[in-house]
T-cell receptor, first 111, second 113 residues
Framework: GESVGLHLPTLSVQEGDNSIINCAYS??????FIWYKQESGKGPQFIID?????DKRQGQRVTVLLNKTVKHLSLQIAATQPGDSAVYFC??????????FGQGTRLTINP | DSGVTQTPKHLITATGQRVTLRCSPR?????VYWYQQSLDQGLQFLIQYYNGEERAKGNILERFSAQQFPDLHSELNLSSLELGDSALYFC????????????FGEGSRLTVL
């Protein structure tokens, strides 16, 4: 069955360093991937998305990489700031109706 | 502010009771989704409505039901509540029937004692 999972449940990085959050998925038919950020006490917020016809997409301080060969997705955050502390979820859709979310990775920024 | 409004923000009730959670989607969004998030867990998809009709169903218990009204707001009804139903319940909305970027509300925290 399809699944979206994360390699690490927690990640601690030094402020100013780059963060890399990883995600594996099992369904090769997945065609749309999204990263969400959930700060404490809030709902998830869209960060960046990528379609399966791309392998890289950049946003402001964030980059998403998609490796369809090994069914792996990553989120890179450049120059991590205290405000980046949150739980990050990857999610995917298979063409339609629902998003399947991974377990989440908690990113902690050390001063 | 995502534009999605959920009420109530917090709700404490007892086992066996019934509660209703309400969601108003972003203006113009026709799709409404309900997700459950237990403590330190991921988001579990419950159900989706599009323009008043049920579109997709996930891991929603038979004790739970939902509907979307003509004005596009949605309600999630949880009955015969159990301790394990304590969770954050999120509503999200999107313009299209196919999930793309979802806009999430702040959630309703349900505590069943």
């Amino acid at each position: 069955g399809e699944s979206v999972g994360l390699h690490l449940p927690t990640l601690s990085v030094q402020e100013g360093d780059n963060s890399i959050i990883n995600c594996a998925y099992s369904n090769s038919a997945s065609d749309y991937f999204i990263w969400y950020k959930q700060e404490s006490g809030k709902g998830p917020q869209f960060i960046i998305d990528i379609r399966s016809n791309m392998d890289k997409r950049q946003g402001q301080r964030v980059t998403v990489l998609l490796n369809k060969t090994v069914k792996h997705l990553s989120l890179q955050i450049a120059a991590t700031q205290p405000g980046d502390s949150a739980v990050y979820f990857c999610a995917h859709t298979r063409g339609a109706q629902k998003l399947v979310f991974g377990q989440g990775t908690r990113l902690t920024i050390n001063p | 502010d995502s534009g999605v409004t959920q009420t109530p923000k917090h709700l404490i009730t007892a086992t066996g009771q019934r509660v209703t959670l309400r969601c108003s989607p972003r203006s113009g969004d026709l799709s409404v989704y309900w997700y459950q998030q237990s403590l330190d867990q991921g988001l579990q998809f419950l159900i989706q409505y599009y323009n008043g009709e049920e579109r997709a169903k996930g891991n929603i218990l038979e004790r739970f039901s939902a509907q979307q009204f003509p004005d596009l707001h949605s309600e999630l009804n949880l009955s015969s509540l159990e301790l394990g139903d304590s969770a954050l319940y999120f509503c999200a909305s999107s313009v299209a029937v196919n999930a793309g970027e979802l806009f999430f509300g702040e959630g309703s925290r349900l505590t069943v004692l």
